[in-house]
């Protein structure tokens, strides 16, 4: 056991080194879409709209964090693909007398830190932008804004992991983003509530782990009664993904 | 010692890369794994390492109970560069040592004498990518005797290296020798085994076609050189 947190902590130690190389530029480049989305649709758009009594932008903020958190933490982790296809320095870690879970769990545990510092960045823009945030208000709202913040990006952070172990080009890695992360990004409950949806396509979007992340940010965030439903939704999300990149790690050859 | 029964590799693509492989490996010697581009050396190599399942047949390393003993015994030296580029040359040391759980006197005193050792005490700090080929080639060397391999595999360690480097190379195989470090190593450089190997086997199309020490495979062959026992086996392969 004390084994398995040693290792969990060396790969974690190396993606932490290379972070903190490029904390900059890393912090700069990842700010400019949940900027752009504040300007356009919490700013300018926003303003002369209202949701449920409250202004446009307190409903947008969680949503951003959502989205935002999901898409740094899939993307914080494909780098393992070029490091098995490209570089091969994967195979330092399969010839490595560790548990393959301690890779697995660093890896996730690297990408989660990426998504939670991009996390509170935008919180700190979303109240310069005159968002109020509720859950700040009660210990118990916090940490489960924050729980479900780290969770949701665990589940991508792993989804991410399978991709980059299944998936043989890059071509096919960015495929993903466009054709999977992308649409989640605005339609699983992040700028717009999913009941205005078609019954079929909403349907479909309530099923996908965004919408229950969404949703809960949101019921925290405005300071309303959340169901737990979503929260074991997630952690069920969480389980499998993890045992299946585990799988897929094993799997590499 | 380790025990290779019937092993075979048959990739997706049905190639047979490995074909009914069967032969030891002593405590204590250099066994060379010698045969052309293609002939299933590396993979030979992978599947010995774990790297890469076999499609059947057997491997036992003598006195180690599962696959994480294996890890602890083996050192790897790769046929390609698989640095982590993000990392500088220290850092991919330490990496190394890390992962193989040296504690943190151990890990500076070993990477400090064996950067040393390969002349690239002072870039310690540098990019990895910065290196030459010839320094790259030496740092993976060293990298997989970190944690003091028992068995240390080599897969054509000495492609592409001047002269002088491969001599420096062969020399430090041979004092790893002496220290009692089981040597597994491919190439196909006659010279090579020629210098080196205590047995040679040669591998033609994934199978086996040879195996003894350098002195008996010329004089059953009736051969001047190894390089002629070579040519001789090859030639009779395809033959038949
Ligand atoms: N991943 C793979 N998929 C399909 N064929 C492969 C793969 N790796 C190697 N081969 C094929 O298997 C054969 C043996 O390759 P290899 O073990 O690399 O030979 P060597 O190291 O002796 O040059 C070659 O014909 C090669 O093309
Ligand atoms: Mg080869």
Known sequence: MIRLIEDICTVFWRDWIVLKRRLTKFILSRMVA?????????????????????????????????????????????????????HKSLEEYILAPIAPAAFVIGKVLAAMLRSFISSALILVLAMLFGASLQPLSSPV??????????????????????????????????????????????LCGTFFKTSTLPDTVRFVIELLPLTHTSYLLRGLGTGNEVSVSSIVVLMIYLAIVLSMSLRAFNRVE | MIRIKNLCKVFK??????????????????FGLLGKNGAG??????????????????????????????????????????FDQD?????????????????????????????????????????????????KRRLLIVRALIHRPHILFLDEPTVALDPQVRRKIWQLIKQLKAQGVTIVITTHYIEEAEQLCDRTAFLSRGKLIALDSPANLCRLNNAANLEDVFIRLIEDDKID
């Open chain 2, 41 to 82: 050396k590396t993979t030979t190599i992978r599947m010995l390492t774990l790297q890469t399942r076999p499609t059947s047949g057997e491997i036992i390393f003598e006195g180690a109970a599962d696959d994480l003993a294996v890890k602890k015994m083996i050192g790897v030296v790769p046929q390609h560069i698989n």
């Open chain 1, 34 to 86: 949940p900027i752009l989305y504040l300007v356009a649709f919490g700013y300018g758009l926003g303003r002369s709209i209202s949701v449920e009594g409250g202004t446009y932008i307190d409903f947008l903020v969680p949503g951003i964090l959502a989205l935002n958190s999901m898409n740094i933490s899939f993307n914080s982790i494909t780098p393992v693909h070029a490091e098995r296809v490209y």
């Open chain 1, 141 to 186: 709202a916090m940490v489960t804004f924050l729980l479900v913040l780290l969770i949701n990006s665990a589940i991508f952070a792993g989804l991410g992991f399978i991709a980059a172990m299944r998936i043989n080009t890059y071509e096919e890695m960015s495929q993903v983003n466009t054709y999977i992360l992308l649409p989640m990004s605005f």
């Open chain 2, 87 to 135: 990392l500088t040359v220290g850092e991919n040391m330490e990496l190394h040592a890390r992962l193989h759980h040296l504690n943190r006197q151990e890990q500076r005193q070993r990477i400090h004498e064996l950067l040393e050792y390969i002349e690239l005490g002072n870039v310690v700090n540098d990019d990895v990518r910065s290196l030459s080929g010839g320094m």
């Open chain 2, 13 to 30: 693509s049905n190639k047979v890369a490995v074909d009914d492989l069967s032969f030891d490996v002593n405590d204590g010697e250099i």
